[in-house]
């Protein structure tokens, strides 16, 4: 604490990203990033990029980058919004759609940078439970609200959806926002996008750190009705004209092109997936059904933040969550086959797995 902060400032909870290990021959399964390098489109744009233009400002609009989305997702370029990763699109619209009269609901089990943001911006907000088996109960989400935001598929449990059922909420829901954090959606769930026509309150948030493998880019977007885009737009360029910079642009750009890479990448993600989840139930494991690039486990006898020490003690990461609830489950990011072959061997090794 310091006697210059501000109050508000004294009581946030700032979110606590993934740890980024400074040592090698670490095998890292902590944060969800993606094993494979960017498109090689992406690596020829990086090559091509005129550094001398690095003196200029960007473009504040990202004119390329929003016709390349618009493009990919039959949508108009005046229903896109880019910035500063997914993160900083959260952050916009937590400002532009949640400050109401009343509260915000949310599941009581996602990505906990939402509570954060709420937090931050003085929002009031109303937790939804899970259900047993850790599935997004919408039909819980019918009171008085200022907006409902979820994860589709939701994280950290790797649950995903169906497009019907999301349908039903925003048939019921019309009177405020609905925002679908997709941040993991390319990896066997059915994009939400395909209703944004239909709904003008809807608004599908994504990334390109995940299924695009720009994580260090930084680059996220949102698609939906021009009402809501332009309310980003009021958000961003009162905030900071220039999010994205020339070769986040630039790269961002091309990724989205390359359809075929990106296919053929994320596709072998979801087959090491699946066999990682085969490899983990065969030791004891329970999985809950992923539609991620990570799965979400607990073993039957063992106690996960004890997995993860051991595992950390043989220089394998994964992430644990302490919070009542999931305290004894690890989420695993799919890495490499050979990464995922290195834990599952790992884990045979601990005293008290055994092989069923």
């Not at 896109?80 to 952050?91: I, K, R």
């Not at 009177?175 to 599908?204: H, M, P, R, W």
């Not at 020490?309 to 489950?329: A, C, E, K, Y």
């Amino acid at each position: 604490m310091s006697k210059y902060w501000s109050e508000a400032i004294q009581s946030l909870t700032p979110y606590v990203p993934g740890e980024q290990p400074k040592g090698s021959n670490i095998i890292k399964l902590n944060t969800n990033e993606n094993p494979f390098p960017p498109s090689p489109m992406v690596i020829e744009a990086i090559h091509q990029f005129d550094t001398d233009r690095l003196r200029l400002y960007p473009d504040p609009d990202s004119s390329a980058l929003k016709q390349s989305l618009a493009d990919h997702f039959n949508v108009k370029t005046e229903q896109v919004f880019v910035g500063n990763g997914s993160d900083e699109v959260l952050a916009h619209t937590f400002m532009a759609f949640f400050r109401q009269p009343d509260p915000l609901l949310m599941p009581d089990i996602s990505y906990s940078f939402y509570d954060v943001y709420a937090n931050l911006y003085g929002i009031d907000v109303k937790h939804i439970p899970l259900q047993n088996d850790f599935c997004i109960a919408l039909d819980d989400y019918s009171e008085a609200n200022g907006g409902i935001i979820f994860a589709n598929p939701n994280a950290p449990t790797g649950r995903a959806l169906t497009l019907d059922q999301i349908d039903v909420l925003l048939q019921r829901n019309t009177e405020s926002v609905v925002v679908v954090d997709e941040a993991y959606v390319d990896f066997g769930a059915e994009t939400a996008i395909k209703l944004v026509k239909q709904y003008s309150n809807l608004l599908v948030i994504q990334t390109l750190s995940k299924s695009r493998s720009l994580a260090g880019m930084r680059v996220g977007f949102a698609i939906g009705s021009a009402e809501l885009i332009d309310g980003l737009e009021r958000v961003k360029n009162s905030f900071n004209s220039y999010p994205l910079d020339m070769l986040a642009q630039v790269t961002a750009t091309a990724a989205i092109k390359d359809v075929a890479y990106f296919t053929q990448t994320t596709q072998r993600i979801i087959k090491t997936r699946e066999w990682t989840n085969e490899q983990l139930l065969a030791l004891g494991f329970k999985i809950i059904p992923s539609k991620t690039n990570f799965v979400f486990a607990s073993h039957r006898y063992i106690n996960g933040a004890e997995l993860m020490g051991f595992l950390r003690t043989h220089q394998i990461l994964v992430r644990h969550f302490s919070r009542p609830g999931i305290d004894n489950h690890l989420r695993i990011t799919i890495g490499t086959e050979e990464e995922m072959h290195a834990m599952i061997n790992c884990l045979k090794r601990h005293p008290d797995i055994i092989s069923m």
